[in-house]
């Protein structure tokens, strides 16, 4: 039995005890929440998810990728924003349920799980992974791991999926969990303001919580929230343009893609290369070659920031001269510059910038991997699609962007960059 047990637990399988329903234990398990200080979440369900494999790995993941190269307190992991999105959803679900809202038990629970699992397919260091080993979104690898995850608890995760998907009919679940003012908004720019010190960050979730309310199957924010939600749409841009986009870490994670992009251009040509054996796995796949949704879940499932952090020691000794210099970078925090401009980069600087690398490294290094131009973008608030609606006292429902006397930023902001070691001279 104890030999059936560790197989079923490698294999990511639960018990016949841990598949008990929820409703077998009303008991709860208490956590201690730095940003909302104790959490309880209910034995049964949520609790299994918790304790699976694919979820533990939540916390060897950083919530904010390479922040912490700017913020050194950043260090918060994915397992610390679901458990904190989970908290609030709870909340908002009491909240909703207050005013006459129709949630059953299966959807309470349902779109708990759906919260609880919404970040379970990030790879590590953020979205560096998308750009270079993995061709697809964490959404998508997320929804392969909740099919998978769906299959090991026998079909109890089938309506989150659905509410996840946006394909269940009340409208307002998905909106909670995915939408403008969804828990996900609300846990991250509380806790990373909390973890990086950025106060502006710092919203009243509490309050918008207390004034959501449903209207003809749609989430709405009561009138006295009008304020709480302006203040909301103020902090998300400035976390974004504060924190996320900022220019160092920025720079950080160009490097990181292009070490990642640099380290596949060598593991296909055949050169022997050090790295942990899953991060191998991505490395070393022909090229063309479509990923079976099995395969990558189960090496994509023991994928973590220890993983390529690894990787990125052993390559600052390899024999290649762009892979060892961007790795040891990244390793002693030996930064690239980069700039904003408000105009994409011209051809000929970028050529200018490429032609000083060999200038100044010599023919060992490669300009493709030492020179990045590029763009970021950030709306505060899109109001082309799922608008915030205020519900007024008389009954009346009106978007936001009608009702609010300050500023919304709902135009798209695009700053374009250029990035490159600072051993180079600056071209105009």
């Not at 637990?9 to 598949?19: C, I």
């Not at 924190?243 to 990181?256: C, D, F, N, R, S």
């Not at 990244?330 to 000929?348: C, K, T, Y």
Request: hydrophobic share 40%.
């Amino acid at each position: 039995m104890l030999a059936e047990n560790l197989i079923s637990h490698l294999k990511g399988e639960l018990s016949p005890l841990q598949r008990q329903p929820a409703s077998m234990n009303s008991r709860k398990k208490i956590f201690n929440d730095p940003v909302y200080g104790f959490v309880s979440v209910p034995y049964g369900l949520l609790l299994d998810l918790i304790d699976h494999p694919y979820f533990q790995r939540l916390r060897r993941i950083r919530q904010v990728g390479l922040a912490p190269y700017v913020y050194p307190g950043a260090l918060h992991t994915r397992f610390h924003h679901a458990l904190g999105a989970l908290h609030l959803m709870q909340e908002a679900v009491e909240v909703l349920r207050f005013k006459g809202a129709d949630i059953s038990e299966a959807e309470a629970e349902a779109v708990n799980v759906a919260i609880l699992l919404h970040d379970i397919g990030h790879g590590p260091f953020s979205h560096a992974l998308e750009h270079t080993l993995v061709d697809m979104h964490h959404e998508e690898i997320s929804i392969l791991f909740m099919e998978e995850m769906n299959r090991q608890f026998e079909g109890q995760l089938s309506l989150a999926i659905d509410i996840f998907q946006n394909q269940h009919p009340k409208k307002f679940l998905h909106q909670l969990v995915s939408g403008q003012l969804d828990m996900d908004r609300m846990d991250y720019l509380n806790r990373d303001s909390f973890f990086t010190g950025v106060s502006e960050g710092v919203i009243g979730y509490d309050r918008i919580i207390k004034m959501l309310a449903v209207h003809d199957g749609e989430l709405v924010v009561e009138e006295k929230g009008i304020y709480s939600i302006e203040k909301f749409l103020i902090a998300r841009r400035l976390m974004y343009w504060q924190v996320y986009l900022h220019k160092t870490g920025v720079a950080a994670e160009q490097m990181l893609i292009h070490t990642l992009l640099r380290a596949r251009e060598l593991a296909v040509a055949g050169t022997p290369l050090e790295a942990p054996r899953h991060l191998a796995w991505f490395l070393h796949r022909p090229e063309g070659r479509k990923i079976e949704p099995g395969d990558l879940v189960s090496h994509f499932a023991l994928l973590d920031d220890n993983d390529v952090t690894a990787a990125i020691k052993y390559w600052s000794e390899a024999d290649d001269f762009t892979l060892s210099f961007l790795s040891k970078g990244l390793l002693d925090r030996r930064l690239f510059r980069l700039e904003w401009r408000s105009q994409p980069v011209s051809d000929a600087q970028l050529k200018a910038f490429q032609r000083q690398v060999v200038e100044v490294f010599g023919e060992r290094a490669l300009p493709e991997h030492f020179v990045y131009a590029g763009s970021e973008s950030n709306r505060a608030y899109d109001d082309a699609k799922d608008q915030i609606k205020i519900l007024f006292k008389n009954g009346d429902v009106r978007p936001i962007t009608d009702c609010s006397d300050v500023p919304l930023f709902t135009q798209l902001v695009t700053k374009h960059f250029v990035c490159y070691p600072k051993q180079l001279v600056h071209t105009v």
